[in-house]
């Protein structure tokens, strides 16, 4: 069952804004803060799915968010994921 972090909420019941959850392909979850605000900065630069852009946005997440070096390949992969989906919704979306 999912705590009220898990579900977007931090413990006194209000929204957290701008914060998201990814799930990692072992199942392990990371909040992360600004995501989305990243993901719709990029698209509109026109950037296209690619490392190099998955590269940008985890510099961009690590204004705000700790990555661990250790784990920086995962949030790469999964951020080029991530931004492959978005990119295809808002290409429906048109």
């Known amino acids: 069952m999912l705590n009220d ?3 977007g909420k931090c413990p006194c019941g209000k929204p957290m804004i701008g914060f998201r959850m990814l799930t990692f392909w072992d199942g392990t979850k990371a909040g992360v ?5 990243i993901l719709a900065a990029v698209y509109t630069e026109g950037r296209q799915v690619s490392i190099d852009t998955a590269e940008e946005i985890v ?3 690590e204004v705000k968010n700790y990555i661990p070096p250790s784990a920086r390949k995962e949030y790469r992969d999964l951020l080029m994921k991530e931004y492959r989906n978005y990119v295809e919704r808002r290409t429906q979306d048109r």
């Open 5 to 7: 972090a898990q579900k």
């Open 33 to 37: 803060r600004c995501l989305d605000e």
């Open 59 to 61: 510099k961009r997440l």
